[in-house]
């Protein structure tokens, strides 16, 4: 088990253009969170699935983001038409049904130029 | 609307002293509490929790102490260690009714001087 894994690590893109990130969670993890960092602040909700059900979304989500957890696997996140706002680290957490703790990736860190 | 605070951005201690890193949270619905380290470049890491049915929770050199009447919680370090030095984050959550979604502190900087 290597834990989680996110890729890329880093991400520059021009304004306009579209991203997909991906995470690959423990495997025996059947939750699986997306959260965003932005600078001096900590971690936001973003989203989270249950195996491949999206159960909940945050406001902070726009409709220029989608994510999606295909037979309840690895997970990607993808921003359309990136604004120079969307610059943040993007983590991908994992953890067991009724289990509070996550484990963290290391994250992807989107800048928007 | 930030429901969970940590009022101190930065700490610096010395080596081998105790580090006391403090949180503040809104929502009484709140009832399991986790600590997170982070290092630069790095993903949180999980540090240490406690459930609003206990009010310490004690792990090696870690120690969490929850004080639901006043909605605070704190984080012990003794001794401090250099290596100890990262960022720290208090996160609350709702519970299994909420998926587990957690809600982070700002974050407080701990800096252990050798």
């Known amino acids: 088990d290597t834990g989680v894994s996110q890729d890329p690590r880093h991400k520059i893109t021009k304004r306009g253009q579209n991203v997909t990130f991906r995470c690959d969670p423990i495997?025996?993890?059947?939750?699986l969170y997306w959260y965003r960092q932005t600078l001096g602040q900590g971690p936001e909700f973003l989203t989270y699935?249950?195996?491949?059900?999206?159960?909940?979304k945050s406001r902070l989500l726009s409709d220029r983001f989608s994510a999606e957890r295909p037979k309840g696997s690895f997970s990607t996140l993808e921003i359309q038409r990136t604004e120079q706002g969307d610059s943040a680290m993007y983590l991908c957490?994992?953890?067991?049904?009724?289990?509070?703790?996550?484990?963290f990736g290391s994250g992807t860190r989107l800048t928007v130029v | 609307d930030q429901q969970v605070k940590q009022n101190s951005p930065s700490l610096s201690v010395q080596e081998g002293r105790i580090s006391i890193l403090n949180c503040d949270y809104t929502?009484?619905?709140?009832?399991?509490f986790l600590w997170y380290k982070k290092y630069p470049a790095e993903g949180p890491t999980f540090l240490i929790s406690?459930?609003?049915?206990?009010d310490k929770n004690e792990d090696g050199r870690f120690t969490v102490f929850l004080n639901k009447s006043a909605k605070h919680l704190s984080l012990h370090i003794v001794p401090s260690q250099p290596g100890d030095s990262a960022v720290y984050f208090c996160?609350?959550?709702?519970?299994?009714?909420?998926?587990?979604?957690?809600?982070f502190g700002t974050g407080t900087s701990l800096t252990v001087i050798p």
């Open positions: 957490a994992s953890s067991p049904w009724g289990d509070y703790g996550y484990t």
């Open positions: 495997s025996e993890h059947n939750r």
């Open positions: 699935f249950q195996n491949e059900a999206q159960l909940e």
């Open positions: 929502n009484s619905m709140f009832d399991y």
């Open positions: 406690i459930s609003s049915i206990k």
């Open positions: 996160a609350a959550s709702a519970g299994a009714n909420t998926g587990n979604q957690f809600y």
